[in-house]
């Protein structure tokens, strides 16, 4: 320790002169970085190609004659025992500090690459419970977007904890953002757009339904909707064809007059949540494209019987989800048809994480059969993955590649709606 104030201002700038030259410059950028490295300071730098004022200036350091050559080289150690001696007892390390400010030495950033590879090794575990999220798991760990996102290796393994507790919660059955948030994190803002943890869970919710990436409000509104939560009451809909209704509501009538006239009901999610939907038939069938509807619809007509018919409309949303949920709930059976491609089969594995349903067309003889007697077909990309409903469907679809749509099929589902 020094003894007094104003000798540490007078060490201070007695090193200042001594390395803050810019004939200095070389050899305080080398000594900062050897402590980087090493954490020590000993041995010898040498700048080669040093320029002639470089040479003289790391000579005048031990009042030395310059040498010949285009070189210039300074011993740390005997620079360390000049410095205790004659400026700075605390020696040549503590004096770069001094000039440079904090170091962070190799032992802090062994343990800062360690608390790292937990935070990208514990974010892989989603991508193991959750294998959608596999390519979304890959991009944040390659992209340093929690490192981005957080202010430390701690805070990032706490949000990577939290997107785990998230995954496992989606797809929701219609809970409102707010109401997700105070639920998961027991904060309702925890997911605002505007949160570090807001904007890394909206690009996990899409990741997780297939929906592409992007930004804007409109994209987070779709992104969080595909999952079951709700942004907007109004913009996530149902669209259904058939449904009794009742007169237990005004959704419920509504359902009744639009059934009895042959025509399909689009439904808000603020509907769904404010009046019950009537009667649930003993059967419902749920397909993936608004044509079946639309088919339906054309066939059937006006006062016609058909089984009752719901739409999920690609990856399904907040709206869909709570239809589904009540219509189980009020002892409805439900039977899924989706399109055979990659897509198809994860919308039908995200329905069935929300509700029960049996395969309607959806096997592997059905796959097979379509493939031969269609002409409308195409080769689709991607991954199939798991059909539990029908262990050999997966492996018919990655054997032939071959898309069907619902719209190739179409006749046959509409056979099958005849109310028997």
Known sequence: MRGSEGDDIEALSRIRRLFGTPEMAWLLT????????????????????????????????????????????????????????????????????????????????????????????????????????????????????????????????????????????????????????????????????????????????????????????????????????????????????????GLSSPTARALAALGEAGQPAVLTYRQLAADDIGRAPSRVSVCENPAVIAAAADRFGVGAGAVPLVCVNGQPGAAVIRMLTQLVAGGARLRYHGDFDAG???????????????????????????????LATSVFSGAVGDTPWDEGLSGAMEELRLRVEEESVLSDLLDDLRVE
């Open 30 to 245: 080398r000594m900062r970085s050897r402590l980087e490295q090493k954490g020590t300071l000993e041995g010898t730098v040498t700048k080669q190609g040093a320029s002639a004022s470089e040479r003289m200036a790391a000579a005048r350091l031990f009042g030395r004659p310059v040498r010949s050559g285009s070189s210039a080289s300074v011993s740390l150690d005997q620079l360390d025992e000049m410095l205790r001696r004659d400026a700075w007892p605390s020696g040549l390390s503590s004096a770069v500090i001094a000039l440079v400010g904090p170091i962070v030495g190799p032992d802090v950033r062994r343990a800062e690459r360690s608390s790292w590879q937990e935070v990208a090794d514990t974010l892989r575990v989603i991508a193991i419970e959750r294998p959608e999220l596999s390519a979304w798991v890959d991009t944040v760990n390659r992209s340093g977007a929690l490192r981005r996102a957080t202010a430390s290796a701690s805070a990032a393994q706490t949000m990577t904890l939290q997107l785990g507790v998230l995954a496992r919660a989606l797809p929701a059955e219609g809970d409102a953002l707010g109401v997700l948030a105070a639920r998961l994190f027991g904060d309702a803002h925890a997911l605002d757009p505007k949160t570090a943890l807001g904007s890394m869970a909206v690009g996990l919710a899409a990741a997780l339904t297939g929906h592409p990436a992007g930004n804007g409000s409109r994209w987070r509104r779709d992104a969080w909707q595909l999952s079951g939560v709700v942004v907007d009451e109004l913009s996530s809909t149902v669209l259904t064809l058939g449904l009794p209704g």
């Open 344 to 374: 198809g089969v994860g919308i039908a594995r995200t329905v069935a994480r929300s509700v029960p349903w049996t395969p309607w067309r959806l096997r592997e003889a059905d796959y097979r059969a379509a493939c031969e007697s269609s």
